[in-house]
């Protein structure tokens, strides 16, 4: 605990593990206070998570785009669904993936239970759920609609190579030889390496 209280006045966050409400909005009061504090300086959240609830993760997202520190994401270990949401939402260029680091898109999913009249709710509210992250996420990625709908209709993973071709992050933290070993001579030319260790992000201003 004092650790990462520690890390949170060096304006780190970490977002390792299922997002719901609890998690969501004490991650949104760190970065509502951090950025009052000081909003000059740039706020880090470290993504490693399966993923969690839609409105949580919308929450998320909203709160980052709305302080007024710059947020950088880092992404390492697995961030599927929701948490590759959250992932994707940090300041354009400073979407970070960590070498082995994999992301997988899907679409909302809830269970339909109960009476006949809620299901249907539940269901149209489904279908809206759904047609907003997809828009979002072509508006994260700039990828045309469809592509965005085939992808989110099955669970869709990808390496760093990949997400960075897809547009979920900007940056894949590897030197060029690492690049060249785990994607080939091909992967080197197509990626520009652009080394962002924790050492310099963290004291990185603005």
Same mark, same amino acid.
């Given at each position: 605990v004092d650790l990462y209280y520690g890390l949170y006045w060096e304006r780190v966050l970490f977002l390792g593990s299922t997002l719901d409400d609890e998690l969501a909005n004490q991650l949104n009061g760190i970065m509502l206070y951090l950025s009052q504090e000081d909003a000059t300086r740039r706020l880090f959240m470290y993504v490693n998570s399966?993923?969690?609830?839609?409105?949580a993760g919308l929450s998320v997202a909203d $709160?980052?785009? &709305?302080?007024?520190?710059?947020?950088?994401? $880092?992404?390492?270990?697995?961030?599927?669904?929701?948490?590759s949401f959250v992932l994707g939402n940090g300041q354009r260029?400073?979407?970070?993936?960590?070498?082995?680091?994999?992301?997988? $898109?899907?679409?909302?999913?809830?269970?339909?239970n109960g009476q006949a009249g809620d299901?249907?709710?539940?269901r149209a509210e489904l279908i809206?759920?759904?047609?907003?992250v997809g828009v979002l996420y072509i508006d994260l990625t700039g990828q045309m609609k469809w592509v965005v709908e085939?992808?989110?209709?099955r669970d869709t993973y990808m390496n760093a190579l990949e997400s960075r071709k897809y547009g979920i992050i900007d940056v894949v933290n590897a030197s060029e030889p690492e690049i060249t070993r785990l994607y080939g001579e091909d992967g080197a030319l197509r990626?520009?390496?652009?080394? &962002?260790?924790?050492?310099?992000?963290t004291n990185q201003q603005g």
């Open positions: 399966l993923g969690g609830g839609v409105t $709160i980052m785009n &709305y302080v007024g520190a710059d947020v950088t994401t $880092i992404g390492l270990g697995f961030t599927a669904s929701m948490a260029g400073n979407r970070v993936l960590l070498v082995h680091c994999r992301v997988m $898109i899907h679409q909302p999913q809830a269970g339909l299901v249907m709710l539940e809206r759920l759904r047609k907003l085939r992808d989110l209709d990626l520009k390496p652009n080394p &962002y260790r924790w050492q310099t992000v």
